[in-house]
């Protein structure tokens, strides 16, 4: 708890603030956020197809990301901090307003032991800040398969948010 009320003061006082702010819920910005999603999805399989698995990684990471910002939308939060981000969809699993594993949320952001380096977020950072632009074929299939389920779950995740209202 004590991370997403740092999240709540580091979203005071300023006008481009760096966490988190409770909003209205906001339908048209979730919705945004889904079709930026759907975007990096495709961006995901056309660079994948074209041998371009280290932006393929960004994109996949991004795809969810922009997803997980959607929930965080339609659930009346505004987000401008990754990490953030994740803990508020943490504390919306913790207070079953979502319906989602905390493994999800794992898969997107490092979790130690769990996922050791494979996580989405650590694998953009490898591949967008280092030299490498190979990407071991199971690691990017799972990778790519992950971000098309999580995407997809937070897509039904905002239409029930939405339908509660």
């Excluded at 702010?21 to 660079?47: F, Q, T, V, W, Y």
């Excluded at 949320?105 to 979790?111: D, F, G, L, S, T």
Aim: neutral net charge; contains cysteine.
């Amino acid at each position: 708890m004590q991370k997403f009320e740092w999240c709540l003061e580091k979203g005071k006082n300023e006008k481009k603030h760096k966490g988190i702010r409770k909003i209205a819920p906001n339908s048209s910005e979730a919705d945004g956020h889904i079709e930026k999603a759907l975007h990096n999805l495709m961006a995901m399989e056309s660079m994948h197809g074209q041998g371009f698995d280290d932006w393929c990684v960004s994109a996949a990471f991004y795809s969810m990301y922009h997803a997980a910002l959607a929930v965080l939308y339609e659930s009346g939060f505004e987000s401008r901090n990754q990490e953030c981000t994740f803990t508020v969809l943490e504390h919306l699993i913790d207070r079953k307003i979502i319906d989602m594993k905390k493994e999800t949320v794992w898969i997107i952001r490092k979790a130690g032991e769990v996922f050791e380096e494979n996580d989405a977020k650590s694998l953009r950072e490898t591949f967008q800040y280092g030299v490498e632009t190979k990407v071991n074929p199971t690691i990017i299939g799972e990778l790519m398969k992950n971000s098309r389920e999580i995407v997809q779950k937070m897509r039904i995740i905002v239409e029930e948010l939405r339908s509660k209202r």
